[in-house]
């Protein structure tokens, strides 16, 4: 049993979310990622309610940057020791997909060997992300959490402070955390408004999370699970002349996910997310089936199943398939708000399929091949789009 749980931590990388005794590390990674795609449909269409490019949720989809074929990427991770009881902390990833971005760069104080605290740019730690993990199996993670723009406001981190705890119960080592977080603080994330935004000169005024993770692992099995909250409340303004509206909104995502390992080589991981964005826009300017003047619901629903095999030391496969949903219904009100119009519901459906090889030469050098699969629906009250695609990619890094 001792050879299955180590075998099992050592393929599946246990998350360990809220280590009290961080070690003074750090670790970088850097290289070029080459992609081959071949989509059914080379671009979004406009107002976007038929076949879609971006749903696909290929590497080129909703990109920060321009998307290119071939593009780099660094991230940088670690934590510094100061004394027995502080610590700092920081991620930083830069990429097509995200830009530059700073997920963390907090001090950590630790109260006691149990409990500690942590103020900064704090990570939510809501998901399960292969992100900074050294030994990450994905060019493009198989969880649609971690890499599609849709959920950029829910991963990461943001200005804020944390209590955690820890405690071990028999078999079990029990992690808490609780959480409040400012992203319009320092001028870290001034645009973030969930994925709604009604215009471009949209101006958000208030941005407040609240939330808590709660992390479990078998020390026996290594079975590891989490349950994740994060609520979100914001408002925002209209400025332009035809508009000049008000704007409020909130979220509320809940995850919860469980891996394992099944042999000393094999693991599985299963993850959940659902998310409700609920927002409402009101103007005295604009007129009925205007992008103000409304009531908008969109709800969110992914899951992924993940199969890792270590094949040796050098050589790890991951296999994956996801499933990601979005559900918009929307009310349109004329200025009064005494008369509104119901738009029909809108779905989007996406699912992937993806395979990845990681090979290890030695002396920090790596390299992942990676192909995916993508097939996606949309369309509303009896009318249906459908596209689909696939992505063939090559990861040349370095880590050190």
Same mark, same amino acid.
């Given at each position: 049993?001792?050879?299955?749980?180590?075998?099992?931590?050592?393929a599946?990388?246990?998350v360990?979310a809220?280590?009290?005794?961080p070690?003074?590390?750090?670790?970088?990674q850097?290289?070029?990622?080459?992609w081959?795609?071949?989509?059914?449909?080379?671009k979004?269409?406009?107002?976007g309610?038929?076949e879609e490019?971006?749903?696909?949720?290929?590497?080129n989809a909703a990109t920060?940057?321009?998307?290119?074929?071939i593009?780099?990427?660094?991230t940088?991770?670690?934590?510094?020791?100061f004394?027995?009881?502080?610590?700092?902390?920081?991620?930083?990833?830069?990429d097509q997909?995200?830009?530059m971005?700073?997920?963390?760069?907090?001090?950590?104080y630790?109260?006691s060997?149990?409990?500690?605290a942590?103020?900064?740019?704090?990570?939510?730690k809501?998901?399960w992300?292969?992100?900074?993990?050294?030994?990450n199996g994905?060019?493009?993670?198989?969880?649609?959490?971690?890499?599609?723009?849709?959920?950029?406001d829910v991963?990461?981190?943001?200005p804020?402070?944390q209590?955690f705890?820890?405690?071990?119960?028999?078999?079990y080592?029990l992690?808490g955390q609780?959480?409040?977080?400012?992203p319009l603080e320092?001028?870290y994330?001034?645009?973030?408004?969930g994925?709604?935004i009604?215009?471009k000169?949209?101006e958000?005024?208030s941005?407040?999370?609240?939330g808590?993770?709660i992390n479990?692992?078998?020390?026996?099995t290594?079975?590891?699970?989490?349950?994740?909250y994060l609520?979100?409340?914001?408002s925002?303004y209209?400025?332009?002349?035809n508009l000049?509206?008000?704007?409020?909104?909130?979220?509320?995502l809940?995850?919860?996910?469980?891996?394992?390992?099944?042999?000393?080589?094999?693991s599985?991981?299963?993850t959940?997310l659902?998310?409700?964005?609920?927002s409402?826009c009101?103007s005295?300017?604009?007129?009925?089936?205007?992008?103000?003047?409304?009531?908008?619901?969109l !709800?969110k629903?992914s899951?992924? #199943?993940?199969?890792a095999?270590r094949? =040796? %030391?050098a &050589?790890? +496969? @991951?296999l994956?398939?996801?499933?990601?949903?979005?559900?918009?219904?929307?009310?349109?009100?004329?200025?009064?708000?005494?008369?509104?119009?119901?738009a029909?519901?809108?779905y989007i459906?996406?699912q992937q399929?993806?395979?990845?090889?990681?090979?290890d030469?030695?002396?920090? !050098?790596?390299?992942?091949?990676? #192909?995916?699969?993508?097939?996606?629906? =949309? %369309?509303s &009250?009896? +009318? @249906?789009f459908?596209?689909h695609?696939?992505?063939?990619g090559?990861?040349v890094?370095?880590?050190?």
């Amino acid at each position: 049993m001792q050879s299955l749980v180590i075998g099992g931590i050592c393929a599946f990388n246990s998350v360990q979310a809220f280590d009290l005794s961080p070690h003074t590390k750090w670790s970088y990674q850097m290289g070029v990622d080459s992609w081959q795609l071949n989509p059914s449909i080379s671009k979004d269409s406009n107002p976007g309610f038929s076949e879609e490019n971006t749903n696909l949720l290929l590497p080129n989809a909703a990109t920060t940057w321009d998307y290119k074929d071939i593009s780099p990427f660094a991230t940088v991770t670690g934590t510094t020791q100061f004394t027995s009881n502080t610590s700092f902390a920081l991620s930083a990833r830069a990429d097509q997909t995200v830009g530059m971005r700073l997920d963390e760069a907090s001090f950590q104080y630790n109260l006691s060997p149990s409990l500690g605290a942590r103020v900064g740019v704090v990570n939510y730690k809501t998901s399960w992300c292969r992100t900074y993990e050294p030994n990450n199996g994905w060019m493009r993670e198989i969880e649609a959490i971690c890499v599609t723009p849709q959920f950029r406001d829910v991963t990461g981190g943001a200005p804020g402070a944390q209590i955690f705890a820890s405690n071990t119960l028999g078999d079990y080592l029990l992690q808490g955390q609780v959480g409040i977080y400012r992203p319009l603080e320092f001028n870290y994330a001034p645009k973030e408004y969930g994925n709604l935004i009604p215009s471009k000169g949209f101006e958000v005024k208030s941005n407040r999370k609240v939330g808590f993770n709660i992390n479990v692992l078998n020390l026996q099995t290594a079975v590891e699970m989490r349950l994740s909250y994060l609520r979100a409340n914001q408002s925002g303004y209209l400025p332009e002349s035809n508009l000049k509206g008000d704007s409020r909104q909130t979220s509320d995502l809940w995850y919860w996910a469980i891996g394992s390992p099944i042999t000393p080589q094999t693991s599985i991981r299963v993850t959940q997310l659902l998310q409700s964005q609920k927002s409402d826009c009101t103007s005295e300017i604009a007129a009925m089936g205007s992008a103000c003047n409304l009531d908008l619901e969109l !709800l969110k629903n992914s899951t992924a #199943i993940e199969l890792a095999y270590r094949i =040796n %030391g050098a &050589n790890l +496969l @991951s296999l994956g398939i996801s499933r990601t949903k979005f559900d918009l219904s929307q009310d349109f009100y004329n200025p009064a708000r005494d008369q509104h119009t119901k738009a029909r519901p809108f779905y989007i459906n996406t699912q992937q399929v993806a395979a990845a090889w990681r090979h290890d030469w030695g002396q920090g !050098l790596f390299s992942i091949v990676q #192909i995916i699969q993508s097939n996606q629906k =949309n %369309g509303s &009250n009896g +009318l @249906s789009f459908a596209s689909h695609g696939n992505a063939v990619g090559l990861r040349v890094g370095y880590q050190f």
